[in-house]
């Protein structure tokens, strides 16, 4: 196998990248080898060597603890819980939050066999303390659900006050679009003006 045909084998393992896709990403690269196959194998080979997950949160970072976790300026009465780094970064956008984070690395799910020895659990639980709020930012499925009462379960009796993310009609949403299920989320978690 050449190296073209590997580097687009490889490409096409990329999420939202299929063979067609690879292969043109593959040729485009080739064709700029100098402005950014060349800077992208290095940067790449710089991330393999010293991005690594946060021995506190479990974010990826090159510094350890990561940047976040170092940071004076963070709430350190608040931990947001969250199911993986794609779920950190999409609040971190927001500047929204600014206490700590603890990515779980996953949900609960029997069907697929993963219990709460698969899950960055026990690592929250020792981070925890009376006075702190943890807040738990997963998604609206079963699975999130079921992690999140489990959580809740978990850690009462503490002295640790324990919310979760609204749910309901996003801003811009129509209702005539949404689902059942998030207009009765909605119905339910109102609040007055």
Known sequence: MSELDTLIQLLAK?????????????LYLIKRRESLLEPLATAL????????PCPICGNLD??????????????????CVVEDLADLWALERTGAFRGRYHVLGGTLSALDGIGPDDLNIERLVGRLRPGLELILAL?????????????????AGRGITVSQ????????????????????AALRARRSL
């Open 139 to 155: 998604n609206a499925t079963v699975e999130g659900q079921t992690t999140a009462h489990y959580l809740a379960d978990r850690v």
């Open 45 to 52: 080979a710089r991330a393999a060597e010293a991005v690594r």
């Open 62 to 79: 090159a510094s350890q603890p990561c940047t976040i976790c170092c940071d004076p300026q963070r709430d350190e009465t608040a931990i």
């Open 165 to 184: 993310l609204a749910h309901g009609v996003p801003i811009g949403g129509e209702l005539d679009y949404l689902d059942d299920g998030t207009l009765t």
């Open 14 to 26: 990329l999420p939202g990248l299929g063979p067609r896709s690879a292969r043109r990403a593959a």
